[in-house]
Each structure stands twice: as C-alpha cells, then as structure tokens.
C-alpha cells in the first residue's frame, strides 16, 4: 500500500522527515519496500518582502527589487515580471540555489545593474507548467522561512507492504495511529462538513437476511449529484497512493477508504429494481461484475440484491449495471461490515481480488462503518451538491468486536520476550487504542474494534515487543542439550568423492519424460496447477533430469559429463497413499578420460559407471551382483542390469536406449545408474580377523570359453570347485580376436590359496589346478588355452 | 739381487701397476674384474706367493709380511675406488632418472558437491552442533500439516501468498482435503513434535529439519522447489531473546564472522511474536550498495515464538511450555556467503559453475 507523507501529516503532526518516519515504520512491523519522492523540497529558496520596486534604468521591461530575506541588508535583486509590487512576498531563491529545472543561482549584472538572486514563479519552483508571473505568497508568510518548508511542498511516498493481520493499517489513519503512539503525538480528530439531511429523499428499503455474515449494513440515498471529476488535489492524492481517478464519487469513495480504511460503494439508484436485500446466492445465480466478468454463484456466497438480479458480490464488487457514471444523478451508498471469512472464501472461490476485498477479508472497523457513511456524503454534497436523505442501518456496529479482553500477567509476557515491561510501554499501548490497566503483575488489556488481530497473551505480547523494540531485547543464549548425533548420509558424498558432479534438478518432469523409463500403470502423481506442462508430473525416475542436464552441458562444448543425483522419486501406492523414495542416480556420458600426457583419451563405457558403483557400495561395507537384465524400460538390452545387494534388489544400470539419447541430442553411449538408498542395507561395521601367516600360492588358467559366458558364473564354478584353500579369484586378462577361435573369448583366472596352519605347496595348487579345469570343463566345455 | 729382493720389487711393481689400473676403472664391474685379477684365488698376488716356496725358511716371514702390507694396500684401494664408483653411479642414475615435477599427477575426474547441499551441509552442521536432532518430513503433504495446524485456517489470507502446488486427484487420509506439494518445511514441526510425543518424550525438544519445498512461483528470482531449513526448540521458558541469541550465534557461524543482526515486528501466523531478520550487508559491511538497496541490511529469514495454537495442535501445553522457530531459504543465504547472483544458476547445473562453486576455500 502507497502512502503519502502528505496524508499521514492530516491524521498526525508528524515532526519527523521521511527518512526517518521510514525508520519507524520498519521498527514497528511495516515493511517499507521503497520511499518515492516525486517532489523534493525546494532549499535555499525564502520567503521575502519586497521592500522597494524602481524602474531599470535601461531596460524597459525590468524592474530594480530591494527583497528583505530576513536578514541584515535587503536583497538587490532584477526582476522581469510586472505582477508584484511593494510589500508582496514572493519566493525568493537565493545564491547557490539549484532550480528544480537545473537552473543555479549565481551573483551577476543584468544589463549593468548587480542582481543577488531571483524571484521564483510555480514553474521555476516545478509546481506549474506554465505561470502568469511570480508567486506572489500569502501576506503572513514568514519573511526569510524556507518556502519548500512553509509550503510544505516535500512530498514522500511510502510503499508499504502490510501484513495479513493487520487490516486496520490498510488507510493512512491506521498507519498514522501507530506513528503517533510511538511519537508520542496526538491522532488529529476526523474533520467532517456540516451538511443538512434533507427528509423529502426517501430512505432506501433495505433488509438483511444474512446478518451472521453481515451484521452491520448502512445504506442512504443522495439525489440530484451533478458527477464531475473529483478536484485536482484528491486526483493527485489517490495517483501518489496508487488508485486511478474514476469519476468524482468513486473518488470520493475510494479516498474515504484510504483515509479511514472502511471500502463504500455506490449504486446508481435509477438502475435498481426495488428494494435492497443483503441474502446468501442461490445456486447457479448469476452476476454480471464490474470487471466483465459473469459469474455464476455459489449457495453460501454473500451478495446484494434488488428485486431484479445481484447487484454486488457483498465487499467484493459491484455488478456493471448498477455502477455510478458521470451521467448519474441519483445514488444509493452502502457501508458495511461484512464477515472477513465469507469475503475471503468468496472471493477466492473467483479469483477476485479488489481494494474493497483486501480490506474486508482481514476485518475493517466497525466503528468505522458510521464514521465513513457521514464523512462521505458530507464531501459528495460539498463537491457534487445533491440532497442527502436519512441512513438505513440493519444492525449494530457497536456489538462486532466490542469489548473484548485479554487478561495476562506482566512476568508471563516477560518470561515469553526475555526483557522486562515497562510501565511506558502501557501509555504506548493505550495510544494504540487499546484500555490497560496493570495490578500488580496482573495485566487486564481491552482490545479496540478494529484490531482483530489481538485476541491472547501471545498477541499482546507482539504488541510489547513492537513498543519496546527488538533492537532492545537481549540475545542470549538458551541452555542446549547434548544429544546423540545420527549417523549422517554420506551418500552423496562418497559419490562426489569417486568423481562425479552433483546436480540438483526439480522434482517434476513432462508425462513425456516419464514415459521413456516408467510404464503408465496409473501410479504418476500429476500437479493440478504445474507451472508448465514441462514440469507436470512427480518424477518416477531420477534419469530425465540427469538426461537433461547432460544435454545441457553438451551443447556448451563439454566433451563428457559425470553426474550423481540424490533426491526423491515420487509415486502413488494402494489405499490412496503416496511413497517419497530417497533415490541416488548417476549419469556418464563421452569422455571419462582427457587426452593426458600419459594417456589417450577414452570415452566412459559401461564398466566405468559399474566401478563407481561397487566403488560407493564398498565404501559401505556392501557388494552388489549385477544381474543382467534385457528388459530394463528405456536401458539397452545386453547392457544394463539389476543390481542387488544380498537378495535386495536395490537398483539398476545400464545404457541409456539410443533412441532415447538422441531425443536428448546425444549421439554417444550414455550410461545411468540408481540406486534406492531407503531399501539398501546397511553394511556391518567389518570385524577384526588375524592376518594370514602362511604364504599362499597363486596360480593362473586360461581357458577358452563360449562368448557370452558370464563371468560372474565363471568365478562362481571357480569359487564352488577350487576346494578349501581358495582366497581370491579374479579375471585378469580377456581377449578375443587373432589366435582366438570365432565365438570364443580367452577368459584368464587367477586365483590364491593360502591356509592358516601351515605353507602350501605346489602339490596342493596343482590339485586345486585340475579340479578347477575339469569344473570349467564340465560346467562350461571349456578347455585350457596351450 | 736376493730372491727376496727380487721378490719385493716384484710386489712392488705389482701394487703400482693395480693400483694405477683400480684408478683407471669406470665401472663396478671393471672394478670387480680387476679385484678378481689381482686379490683373486688365481690373481696376480697369488702367482707372487707361489715364489715364496722357493725362498729360504728364514726369509719367508719377512716377504710374508710384504706380501699381506701389498694384499692390505690394494684392498682398501679397491674399496675407496668402489665407494668411488657407487657415487658416481648414483648421481648418473639420478639424472637419468629426473622428471618434470610440474607435469600434472595422474588423476580421474574430479567431483564437486552441489552448492546447494554445501550450504545444507553447513547449515545442518552448526545446529547439530548446538543439539539440535536432524528430521525429515514427506515433501508431498496434506493441508492439515502445511496449513491447519500452523494455524494457517482455510479462509485465511496467508494461505494464498503461498502460491501453492496441488496434487490432482489425491486426497489425505480421511478424503477430505486436497494433497499438496510442501510450500516450507514448517510441517516438519508438526511431524516431529507429534512423533516426539508418541514416543513419549518431554520437552526439551530442538530439531532441525532440512528439505526440498515448492512454490507456484517462476522468475528471475523465484524457483519453483528450492531448499529450506526449519529450526526450532520446545522447552520451559523459551523466550524471545533465546530466539535473538541462537540466531546471533548460528548467522556468525555461518558467515563466518560476526554479523550484526537485526530482528523487524513482521507477521506469521504460526509465531507470536514473529520477526524477520536482517544481517548487516555481506557485501558493503553496511555501508550501503546495490544488493541491499542501500539499506545496509539483507533480510535473511522469518522467525518467532511459536503461536500457542500450533502447540495446542500437536498436544503440547501452551501454558507450560514455550518455543521458538524459524526457517530459512538455503540458496538465499548461499547466494550471500559465495556472491551467486542469480538463484537459476542452481538449477541450471552447468559443470562450470558447479565445478568452481565444490573448490573448497
Ligand atoms: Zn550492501
């Protein structure tokens, strides 16, 4: 909300500059996103008295000014204007004065005579466009005052930003109520013209038949207005608070909602049909609004009617039909009080925010209600002329929100702050509006009308530490506990750590994205409302995302990315539940490996992203078995794989589908891996066992197998026949390719015995040796390669 | 000429000539060849012994005793001219053997953690540090625990600043409310006080709770899911000026310095009194720039007493108990420690950015 410092000094004599009144908004609780300054202060421009006007002698159209500015010796000033005289006061900009039009100031002859300054006109203050001569200012203008100060033409607008709970500081009283308490100044009473209530216009029928949402209603009819523009101050007003200039009575209605904070509207009364009834809508009624819209009601919604059709969506908007043009010359004006939560369920049920609404919905002040009605004929006869009749009231202001109490004790709101309550503190309180008394440590508040916002302890204690400031309430520090700390997630450290770059990536995809790596088996959580249909759905895999920001990279030139996600997946389960599943998933694509100085480049392959992941599963203590598994959605049959830890199936690898890839621009192998970190076992903790003290023997066979042969089938046959002895056995070496026959690969075992009591001998690896071949032989048909 | 003097010149030209020979050698194993030719069992010395048979009895002590001085002299000039050798043929292997220190080390791709998870990192850290248990909560959430029970009723005007995601066709347990994507970790209170208390626990509770949360939000300066921290403590007598000194404490942790701070009367509804918080400016140590609008303050988080009504909703006694809260935006305050100017280069994840913003200090 737009405040102007012009406005604020209505409602309190604020001594204040803007500077710091914007201090002490922020101080107590009102945001100030920005202070604009339209019009600066005028300095080094004073009131003075012209003492003496004589002829120039050589030029016809100048005059010679002597100008008392207040000081010892009078100003020798030439001047080109004809319309002052002795003892007019004008504005008088002294040496050095920069001019709002950049003009300075400076001592200097004009045709021969000295001039020590410059009488001003409005444009030459950058009050005008365009003048007839100087200002001439009032006769008891203070010789010598600066005339930005006497005419106070420093203006600053405060943009405020009001919190939801405090609706009573949306017009410039409440906000001058709360400066003032704080000043310690006065609130200026509310100025109101005389004006005659004229008994022949009639008093507008109206009935509630919704008073719990609306317990107050006032309505008054006013003819014969002659709609004009509002005058040129209130226009000037309501663009600096940030409202566009209407037609006079909207004006008027919209600078009585600003000033005093209760919305008003005006129906035009020869466009109603009838009697006024304020009723909840049936359903499926009709609305024709101001702003276009039709609407079609809702049962339950608060709206007021004439005998014809809905006139106003009640504290929301006005229907069209009934509005006040220039052409108007009979109105109706309402002001009310309607239920802050029907006005916000309504109006969100439409998606209808107006001035009036934001008011309503965090509660106006009822005593307001009465105050706003009287304020507003008075400035729509006094403007517009027109006859005033009577107010229809239903209901009764004085019963909403009266009275109410909070009873605390002083040390309670003490103990809550951390900082003792000052006596003062209550006298800042009661200026607020609200009625302390204190016994003792026993503390009795009543709360005014409009603040809806304080109904507990806890809501007078915010009051007191506003008051006292939190500038003044101590940090200090609260006895803290010893706990035992969790065994933090290092998940996506150790990742990192094996090389990879962590990404962060959101959390939703398109239905397109999904689809390449998860069937449409009706388990997608979809947004409602999603920013875009890029980002609709609940991601199922992490491997989108990851897709995404590799083709991301690059397109700028990266010859290869290596990327670790962590983050949940998301879908539905049975009986309407949702699971949220901590997922770790990484990516590898193009170069694993730079040209160096002491090796080639070389491109990430499957085994790369598989070595990063029995890397990070060791470092937890755990071995995975990789399963190959053709038919792994969206992952290249015969290279990709479940991976499980013990029976657990904790997670996939593979190669991303080429087709896939491209559609993500990428023409090279792409690898992926997840890992569900929820279902992953934890490793156990190793235990110490004694190191070997006998030498072991190691032996190597190579054999040629069939291609395709797992190795892991191998290492197990090798495991299962090698005998008791057996501690290690891994592939070193595979070849395919000359001296190997078409369909074989050269697979080469090496494998270590050792044993705890004593040295083995050759005997023993040569036993170990044969029943190994005669395995492989059975198991594979494998022979010994020569 | 006596044999024996014979003899001895013998040895004695013997020695010059080994000697002069051992001086000449360049290698270890001329050296060893030459140790073998004079000292060995079939080496010149030896030759020389066997004409001391033919000598006197009586004479034979005294060119023994040559004969071992010559054996003496041309062993240790064989082992001065061995040590010798071996220097010098360390010095040859060692600059044979010199490399390009500068060259750079054999090394594998190099990983970075996500700034984001940095400052998660750090933040989880210093509150861990300080007791505080870590929690966690669903990010797909219902009304009650994102709304309701902070106090946040339906008709109220705070919901809507929320801009929240809704979830279609998905309701809460009892069917009566819409889901919703988290809009702050504040739920996690809810949840973590309730789990506290069906555990049987009793204040004093102090948690942290880190997580993803999502806004209806997409600009310059708004993400749609960012990261939030969530702190607060449950005890007797839990005041504001707790609340003033755990802040103090945690934002000069964090930044690594001492920050003024200050505390402005803003508006939550789940706190009571509640404040925003402003550090003095990272950038211009409060002098005034761009990044604080000339200000000289940033506004860092949302903070206050926990409102009695979320206590209540949850079943702790408002009367009895007290507490303070606050949440905070993890890539606003690691926007401010490391002068990240826009909030999309998190989310953009270009391996540039992320791999300068993992280099530690
Ligand atoms: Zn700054």
Redesign the interface.
Known sequence: MKIPFSWLKKHVALAANPDQIADDLVRLGHEVEGVETPRAAVKGVRVGLIESKTAHPDADKLSLLKVNIGEAEPLDIVCGAANMGEGDKVPVATIGTALPGGLKIKKGKIRGEVSCGMCCSEVELGLAEDSDGLLILPADAPVGAEVGEYLELEEAVFDLSITPNRGDCMNVRGIARDLAADAGLPLVEISMADFAVDDAVAVPNVSVSAGADCPVYLARSIQGVNVTDSPDWMQASLIMAGMRPVNGIVDVLNYIMLDLGQPMHAFDADRLTGDIVIRSAMQHEGFAALDGRELKLHAGDLVVSDDASVIALAGIMGSGATGVTGTTTNIVLESAFFRPARVSETRRIYAMVSEASMRFERGVDPAMVGIAMQRATAMIVELFGGKAGDIRQCGDADAINAGRTVDCSVSAIATRLGVDIPPSADDVLARMGFDVKRYGDQLDVTVPSFRHDVSIPEDLSEEYARIIGFDAIPAVLPPLAVTRPARQDRSVHDAVSGGFLQVVTYAFVSADEQRLFVADDGMDIVLENPISDAMSVMRRSPWPGLLNIARYNLNRQQPGVALVEQGRIYARADAGQHNETNTLAWLMVGQAQPDTWYAPARQADFFDLKGAVEAWLSLRGLTGRFIADDAIQGLQAGQSARILVGRTEVGRIGRVDSEIATGFDMDVPVFVAEINLDVLPSGKKAKFASLPEFPGVERDLVFLFDKHTSSDAILNAVKSSAGKFLTNVRVFDLYEGKGVPEGKVSLGIRFTLQDAKRTLTQEDADAASASIIAAMEKRFGASLRG | MSEIDALKLQLESLQSEALAAFSAADSLNDLQALRVSYLGKKGALTEVLKGVGKLPPEDRPVIGKFVNQTKQALAAALDATEAELAVKAKSARIESEKVDVS??G?S???????P??QGLDELTAIF?Q?????AEG???EDEFHNFDALNIP?????R??HDT???????N?D?TE??L?RTHTSPVQIRAMKRFLAEGGEP?L?VVAPG?V?R?D?DVTHS??FHQVEVF?V?H??????L??????FLSAYFEKDVA???????FPFT?????VDIGCVFCAGKGCRICKGSGWIEVLGSG?I??NVLKSVGIDAGEF?GFAFGLGVERMVMLKQGIPDLRL???????F??RM?VAK
Request: charged fraction near 25%; include cysteine.
């Open positions: 060259l750079p054999r594998g791709p190099k990983g970075a953690l996500h984001v998870q861990v300080m007791g505080f248990d870590v669903p990010e797909i339906p008709e109220h005007p705070a809507a600043m995601f809704f979830i279609k066709d998905m309701r347990a069917g819409p889901m994507l004093p102090a993803r999502y209806c997409y749609p899911m403590k005890d007598d839990v005041s504001l000026s707790h003033k000194g755990v802040l103090q404490y701070i200050r505390l402005r009367p803003h508006y009571e009194p509640s404040a925003e007493m409102h009695p007290s998190f989310f953009e994840n270009d391996v540039r992320l791999s993992g």
